[in-house]
């Protein structure tokens, strides 16, 4: 049977439907990155999303060509992920979505190597007939966070938010965008075959505990 992250690591895919905090270790994604509106139709991130998916199942299923992968077992695609961040915003302003910075990615195996990924970029830029060069590897630690699962609508992610942030104030902790810290999404929904308000995904914010001041 395939190996299947959202099965092997459900603590990272399938949290409760309450914050709860993990700490999550060094992984590798195919990413691109990208500015925008992501609802816009044929736009700069629906061309992204095409990319990593030709990317990723060029991988998937490099075993049935000539290119031979080390150490290589079969797996399932992981869903789609992405990190969002808007200029001077703490968190993300969904009603201003054109401002939004993203970096859109499908997590590796760890036997994928920098080699690996630049033989699947150049494959599927040919196969696909697509450039897929934007594509790159990209290693992040994404350490102490919190998260929770959100169903329903984007659009209404706000008021979930709300509810980590009350957990983070209770339990001595604060959000901790900075950097390579964002705010993190896991579709764990296909978009195109479920209904909104049946969609699932992972939120999912770095954290800090909170500085306590010493001042009476």
């Given at each position: ?5 959202k099965k ?17 270790p060094k992984?590798?994604y195919?990413?691109?990155r990208?500015?925008g509106?992501p ?9 992204a999303?095409?990319i990593?998916?030709a ?11 000539d ?6 077992f079969?797996?399932v695609v992981?869903?789609l ?14 009603s201003?979505?054109e401002?939004f910075h993203?970096i859109?990615?499908i997590?590796l195996p ?9 033989w699947a ?6 196969k696909?007939k ?7 590897f990209?290693?992040l630690?994404?350490g ?13 992610e706000?008021?979930?938010?709300a509810i ?14 900075r950097?390579?810290r ?8 296909d978009?195109?075959k479920?209904a909104?308000?049946?969609w ?7 954290i ?7 001042e009476a």
């Amino acid at each position: 049977m395939a190996f299947d992250f959202k099965k092997e690591f459900k603590e990272f895919y399938m949290p409760k439907n309450k914050p709860e905090i993990v700490t999550v270790p060094k992984a590798n994604y195919i990413a691109v990155r990208g500015k925008g509106n992501p609802n816009e139709e044929g736009g700069e991130y629906q061309q992204a999303v095409g990319i990593l998916y030709a990317t990723a199942y060029t991988l998937k299923m490099s075993y049935k060509s000539d290119y031979k992968i080390e150490g290589f077992f079969e797996y399932v695609v992981p869903p789609l992920e992405g990190f969002w961040w808007q200029e001077g915003v703490d968190g993300c302003d969904y009603s201003i979505k054109e401002e939004f910075h993203w970096i859109s990615v499908i997590r590796l195996p760890d036997f994928v190597t920098q080699k690996d990924f630049d033989w699947a970029v150049e494959t599927a830029s040919v196969k696909k007939k697509m450039d897929c060069s934007r594509a790159e590897f990209l290693t992040l630690d994404e350490g102490l966070c919190v998260q929770i699962m959100h169903h329903g609508p984007f659009d209404e992610e706000p008021a979930t938010v709300a509810i980590m942030n009350e957990f983070l104030r209770e339990h001595g902790y604060r959000n901790d965008f900075r950097g390579d810290r964002f705010h993190h999404e896991i579709y764990m929904s296909d978009a195109r075959k479920v209904a909104p308000e049946k969609w699932k995904t992972v939120i999912r914010h770095p954290i800090c505990k909170q500085e306590h001041s010493n001042e009476a």
